[in-house]
């Protein structure tokens, strides 16, 4: 009596021959073989992942997410490490920190500013940002002394983000000179160009701090699932303050 053979499962095998994505190597992929010799450049999924455009036929260059949308308006100045100033009324401006912070700090759950009375030097430490246990320095952008902070910010945090130019503002500072004579400022199309050059070399330095080790990426992605976003919990908080901190401070 013939009785029906059990069908055997077809097993396949990984060739050793091929290369894991770098992607999945970190965590982030649950599985994705790599066809274009670890080129991640001309990969269209790598540049998905890290949120920047594809360059194009004449070899364009890869842009930050959704650069247009960044405002730096024309009615103030910018210090280099992404604070803000505008003059309120004579020597006295008002502080705040530009989009490109906003951006990168949304987790702040409280502000530490400086005192009314207390003077403050342009690059040296003007307030604390604190994220859990973190705690993000801020340099001050005009040398001069504090003569007001904003209440609003540091009773919510979020405004900082959501409003970086309005209700977010910081502190207000009496300057010695007016700020066209303070050094180290940039106009808004200076900052605007300085900032899409960083979000994108910060895209770049992320990747690499991913494809080192997938200990501290924290929750990660079957093929097809939701793009991550949030490079805080990506990286960690310890590797995410280190790399804020050279562009912020």
């Not at 053979?5 to 990984?14: D, G």
């Not at 982030?28 to 073989?33: E, I, R």
């Not at 920047?52 to 730096?72: H, I, N, Q, R, Y």
């Not at 330095?205 to 991550?228: I, M």
Request: hydrophobic letters at 40%; aromatic letters at 6%; charged letters at 25%.
């Amino acid at each position: 009596m013939h009785g029906h053979q059990p069908r055997r499962a077809k097993v396949t095998c990984l060739p050793a021959e091929d290369l894991r994505c770098v992607w999945m190597t970190a965590g982030l992929l649950a599985y994705k073989l790599c066809d274009r010799q670890l080129d991640c450049e001309k990969c269209p999924l790598d540049a998905a992942l890290r949120g920047v455009d594809m360059p194009g036929p004449a070899g364009g260059t890869k842009l930050p997410v959704e650069p247009s949308s960044w405002e730096f308006p024309d009615d103030r100045l910018y210090h280099p490490a992404h604070a803000w100033v505008k003059a309120i009324d004579g020597n006295r401006v008002r502080c705040g920190l530009d989009m490109f912070a906003g951006e990168l700090l949304t987790d702040v759950k409280s502000i530490v500013l400086p005192a009314v009375g207390s003077r403050l030097k342009q690059g040296r430490i003007g307030c604390w940002l604190a994220a859990d246990a973190d705690f993000i320095p801020v340099l001050a952008p005009v040398s001069g002394t504090v003569v007001l902070c904003n209440g609003d910010v540091q009773y919510c945090p979020a405004l900082m983000a959501e409003s970086p130019y309005d209700e977010g503002w910081l502190i207000e500072v009496r300057c010695r000179t007016s700020l066209d004579q303070q050094e180290n400022l940039l106009s808004g199309r200076e900052m605007k160009e300085l900032a899409d050059g960083q979000m994108a070399s910060l895209h770049e330095q992320a990747a690499r701090l991913l494809e080192q080790g997938n200990e501290s990426v924290g929750t990660t992605l079957a093929d097809g699932g939701e793009r991550l976003t949030d490079l805080r919990r990506a990286l960690g908080p310890e590797r995410y303050r280190r790399l804020l901190l050279g562009f912020l401070a």
